[in-house]
């Protein structure tokens, strides 16, 4: 158990090496103290016993503990992996010895270790080709060539990323997958090449990086990533031109538009001039072999529909999105491959569990080094590059490799979570024991015509890079978990989102005609700009969506209307008979009475009668003093009246001329004309002129398209 001795049989490196025991996925000092308070001994039973039987005696003995109860009962619920503690991390007594760079030789000749099938590590041969000095400013790169048999076939694998590189030196016998000094890390590659080529990250640069991994314990307030609002404004544009987007006057994308510029205006900023730039991603794109780029981490990202809408997403931040048979649902491993005895050494694989539950998203990559304190070295390239980091890792497993003519990658899996990233880095990444991430519960609930309801469960981890599109994925996935929505169908999206310091956003819509990705794109904007923008950076608390499938497309144009009178004094109601066409269906006949404000002067006034597709156009666009935000309570204001309109309503505006000024926010009517002027000028832009609109809401049972316009003679009696 948990001091049982580990040896490693497939790297000989001289090193003795001793096992890390593995933590609960809370305090380990005050889940040992409540056992300790319970009678429960942990050590003489598995995980998931112990965690039952802990949560139903901290109910009964503590019920004010009900939170850390439930947390428990959740994560058990979830598929929390069966293991037993000890084994976890394989740790030596010393580092491994390492080759510095000074002493690396064009022909010199080693091996790496990596995972192809299971969890066996395995060695392939390399040869130096060449040592690139100052690559980077005062930074190497050392270049190998992979002669193995299987890499001739495959190339570079995307997946095999920090598979650790020895060298033998000149009279040290060379036996395959034995000693040598470890250089670092498999870490770039070249898409389409005709031979095997790697960039290794000098290890001497990673190990550099562990010396920051305890930073954590002394920084206040440690955990919150710096994530630059740039980058949300350019995944904003990525999204506006999806396909699964709608179209370009939907009130999704006027929700998408609004909530970009209102970034750029707290920012001042502009919309980025190449906002696909794949910076990252470039070894994937065919076309652009010359580019060498740090090797993607391949990703689960469900089914093939699932890839297609998501992968444009993640693929600029470094990862592959990988689709599985059936999606990416959670489960047991494959035969043979046992979580108990999978450890975490040179060459395993390092998962990094995202979203997990009913799915399993993750990414992977390998081991490179583990450090005497503990620190576990992979990647050998940066997975976000932010510094600090908050990410589970857990051990792995490869289903199998997949070679492509581009670049090949491994098809992957969890086993069991065992502690954190804490540092994200441009040689590699850092983990440790610690568990400092937290993750958010997500319930999805799918209504489809003729099934029974399904409930699907998630837990979610707050990383501000990829929250908003994991939790997008799981919502998706869901709704297409059984099978795909009907072709002519009505989606009825209520959900739920709370996010840190008690905001709450709440949206209820209809959509008609669309795919699984409506929900999902009525979701995005408001959980992307909560996560990350300029004022705080919100962690998501829980979620909870549900949407309702029926078979029929409900949805209705205006194609005419008559006002009943153009004539109308102030205080007085006018009707308005709108002809709604309804798809493949009758035209109907509904009539609306529109009221006028009491304090109108006599004029003519432009009077729209509309859906929410122009609406949310007009009422956005005519009140741009709305858009500008001063703190998160501002922005989440406007974020939640952009959620506020409806698709199923119809409704009607009139546009009053300009009175007063909008100073920022602070709306200033009936200015005297003098102190408007001193107010706007070139030197003061946040003074625009008021514009004052009079609208009315109609709900009605079908999604409202199209408008019409009139214009409305107001006469005092």
Same mark, same amino acid.
């Given at each position: ?148 048999? +299987? ?62 991994? !305890? ?13 630059? %609002? ?135 990559? %390998? ?13 050998? !390239? ?40 804490? +540092? ?126 029926? !078979? ?20 007085? %109601? ?16 509904? +009539? ?126």
């Amino acid at each position: 158990m948990a001091g049982q001795e580990v040896t490693d049989h497939t790297h000989d490196s001289g090193v003795s090496c001793h096992p890390v025991p593995r933590r609960r996925l809370w305090s380990s000092q005050r889940a040992a103290a409540s056992a300790e308070d319970l009678s429960i001994d942990p050590d003489e039973v598995l995980v998931n016993t112990f965690l039952a039987e802990y949560a139903s005696k901290l109910m009964s003995h503590h019920p004010h503990r009900f939170f850390l109860a439930l947390l428990t009962a959740g994560w058990l619920y979830l598929g929390a992996p069966t293991y037993v503690y000890g084994q976890a991390i394989v740790v030596p007594d010393e580092p491994a010895a390492a080759m510095p760079i000074e002493d690396i030789r064009i022909g010199m000749t080693g091996y790496g270790m990596t995972v192809f099938h299971g969890t066996e590590i395995e060695p392939f041969n390399v040869v130096v080709v060449s040592v690139i000095p100052n690559s980077v400013p005062g930074r190497s790169v050392i270049w190998v060539r992979c002669d193995d048999p +299987r890499m001739l076939v495959s190339g570079p694998v995307q997946g095999m990323s920090g598979s650790p590189i020895y060298l033998w030196g000149e009279d040290e016998p060379k036996e395959l997958g034995k000693g040598g000094k470890l250089i670092g890390a498999f870490a770039f590659g070249y898409s389409e090449s005709k031979v095997c080529m790697v960039g290794v990250q000098p290890i001497g640069y990673m190990r550099e990086s562990a010396t920051r991994a !305890h930073a954590h314990e002394d920084a206040a307030g440690a955990g919150r990533r710096g994530v630059s %609002t740039q980058h949300v404004i350019e995944m904003l544009g990525r999204i506006e031109q999806m396909p699964q987007a709608g179209a370009h006057d939907s009130v999704s994308q006027v929700r998408l538009r609004a909530v970009r510029d209102v970034l750029l205006k707290a920012t001042g900023g502009s919309v980025p001039g190449d906002i696909n730039n794949p910076s990252r991603a470039s070894v994937n794109v065919p076309g652009r072999s010359a580019v060498v780029s740090p090797m993607m981490l391949p990703i689960s990202l469900g089914s093939s529909d699932a890839v297609e809408l998501f992968a444009p997403l993640v693929e600029p931040m470094g990862l592959l999105g990988v689709a599985s048979q059936g999606g990416s649902v959670a489960g047991a491993p494959p035969h043979g491959i046992d979580p108990a005895s999978t450890t975490i050494k040179p060459g395993s694989v390092l998962a990094i569990p995202l979203a997990y539950g009913d799915m399993d998203l993750s990414a992977t990559g %390998t081991v490179t080094d583990v450090l005497p304190g503990g620190e576990v070295l992979a990647f050998g !390239h940066p997975m976000f590059g932010l510094g600090e980091s908050r990410v589970p890792m857990a051990t792995g497993y490869v289903h199998f490799v997949m070679p492509r003519q581009s670049i090949s990658f491994k098809s992957s899996g969890t086993l069991t979570p065992l502690g954190t990233l804490v +540092r994200d880095e441009g040689a590699g990444v850092v983990g440790i024991e610690e568990t400092l991430y937290t993750a958010a519960p997500v319930e999805v609930t799918v209504n489809m015509p003729g099934l029974e309801p399904q409930t699907y469960h998630y837990q979610v981890v707050n990383e501000p890079m990829l929250s908003a599109i994991l939790v997008a994925n799981v919502v998706y996935s869901s709704v297409e978990a059984i099978h795909g929505v009907p072709s002519e169908n009505t989606m009825h999206t209520v959900a739920e989102m709370r996010f840190s310091g008690g905001r709450v956003f709440k949206l209820d819509t209809l959509v008609a005609g669309g795919s699984a990705a409506n929900p999902v794109m009525e979701m995005l904007t408001p959980l992307s700009i909560m996560t990350i923008n300029p004022y705080e950076q919100l962690d998501i608390e829980s979620i909870k969506v549900n949407v309702d499938v029926e !078979h029929g497309n409900r949805m209705a144009t205006i194609v005419g209307a008559q006002l009943e009178r153009s004539q109308v004094a102030p205080g007085e %109601t006018v009707g308005v008979m709108l002809e709604l066409q309804h798809y493949e269906g009758e035209l109907e006949t509904r +009539r609306i009475e529109i009221q006028i404000p009491k304090d109108l002067e006599e004029g003519d006034y432009p009077l729209t009668v509309s859906g929410a597709n122009a609406y949310s156009s007009l009422k956005i666009g005519s009140q741009p003093h709305l858009s500008i935000t001063r703190n998160i309570d501002d922005l989440a204001d406007f974020i939640q009246e952009t959620m506020n309109f409806r698709y199923d309503a119809i409704y009607s505006t009139i546009m009053l001329p300009p009175e007063g000024l909008a100073f920022g926010r602070t709306e200033m009517a009936k200015l005297p004309s003098s102190r408007a002027a001193m107010l706007t000028s070139p030197t003061n832009p946040q003074a625009v002129p008021l514009m004052r609109l009079v609208d009315q809401t109609f709900q009605a049972d079908t999604v409202v398209l199209g408008q019409i316009g009139f214009t409305l003679n107001v006469r005092k009696p």
